[in-house]
């Protein structure tokens, strides 16, 4: 197992933020700014984890996960950890996302201790041991 994280997000500084974070903590993070660019990652890198902004410009995280989940390009991609990380709070919102295929929903703003235990729950960091 590796230590690549794809980020699919619009938001340059959601993208900024998590990068740091992330990369502090050894990981190596893949950006994807709209729907279908993160899919077609999903499917064409060595991908260990994803985080999922819900609201994309082109299509939304809902069916970017499906069609992750769906793909016939790699069948590992049924297993990938999928983790929306999403604005939306209202009710029923986690329930959609996990029933999309994401594995974990995460509101925003961003809380940067939850992201390293989420992350590191599916993707052990290599500089924490």
Request: overall charge negative; aromatic content about 6%.
């Amino acid at each position: 197992m590796g230590n690549n994280i794809l980020y699919i997000e619009d938001n340059p500084d959601n993208m900024m933020l998590v990068k740091r974070a992330l990369e502090s903590r050894g990981y190596k993070l893949l950006e994807a700014m709209t729907g279908m660019t993160g899919v077609e990652k999903a499917e064409t890198e060595d991908v260990d984890l994803i985080l999922l902004d819900i609201n994309l410009p082109d299509i939304d995280g809902y069916e970017v996960a499906r069609r992750i989940r769906g793909s016939n390009r790699k069948t590992a991609l049924a297993y990938l950890p999928i983790i929306a990380v999403t604005a939306n709070a209202l009710k029923g919102d986690a329930e959609k996302a996990v029933a999309a295929g994401c594995d974990v929903y995460m509101s925003k703003p961003i809380n940067i201790r939850e992201l390293w235990a989420r992350v590191e729950a599916f993707v052990p960091s290599p500089h924490v041991k």
